[in-house]
C-alpha cells in the first residue's frame, strides 16, 4: 500500500482569505517558502518554491484550482533517489463561524521504508506550514523567519 496522509486545522479568517494566502506567492512567500515562491497558483501552471531548510527551488505543478475551495499540486517526492512525484490535494472549507477549515492530503509515496520516512517527513512539513499560515493569516507574523537559517 502506498503511504498518504491529511493534516488538517482551523484558521479565524474567511475562506476567500486564506486561499489568497495560498495561492499569491508573495503571501506564501511571508510564512511558509522560506526561500521564496515564484507564481501564482493557476491551473496549468508551474511554479517554484524555495525553502531554507531544502534549499533549491523546486518544481510545482498546478494541476487544479477551485477558486476558494481547493487546489491539487504535484511535485516530485522527497525520497532521496525518487524519480516519481506526489500529489497534494488542499481543501478549503468555511466552518459556519468565520473560520476556514482546512485539509491537505499528500498521496502517491512509495510502499517501501524510504517512502514512508519521506512520508512522515512531508507530513511534519504540511503541518508546519498550517501552523505557520494560521499565525500570518490571523495575526500577521512570520512563524518560520529564522527558523531554518
Not at 44 to 54: E, I, L, M, P, S
Not at 84 to 89: M, P
Not at 93 to 112: C, N, P, Y
Not at 116 to 130: I, P, Q, V
Amino acid at each position: 500500500m502506498a503511504h498518504e496522509f491529511t493534516v488538517g486545522g482551523r484558521i479565524a479568517r474567511p475562506v476567500a482569505e486564506v486561499f489568497e494566502a495560498v495561492v499569491d506567492p508573495k503571501k506564501l512567500s511571508g510564512y511558509f517558502t522560506t526561500g521564496g515562491a515564484q507564481g501564482r497558483l493557476e491551473a496549468g501552471a508551474t511554479v517554484t518554491w524555495d525553502f531554507h531548510d531544502f534549499p533549491g527551488a523546486f518544481p510545482v505543478e498546478v494541476l487544479e484550482v477551485v477558486r476558494n475551495e481547493k487546489i491539487v499540486l504535484r511535485w516530485g517526492a522527497s525520497e532521496p533517489g525518487a524519480t516519481y512525484q506526489t500529489t497534494v490535494t488542499m481543501t478549503l472549507a468555511d466552518t459556519g463561524d468565520g473560520r476556514t477549515l482546512v485539509r491537505i492530503h499528500e498521496a502517491g509515496w512509495s510502499d517501501t521504508p524510504a517512502g514512508e520516512k519521506a512520508a512522515f517527513g512531508n507530513c511534519e512539513g504540511w503541518t508546519g506550514m498550517l501552523c505557520a499560515m494560521k499565525v500570518f493569516v490571523e495575526h500577521g507574523l512570520n512563524l518560520r523567519e529564522g527558523f531554518y537559517k
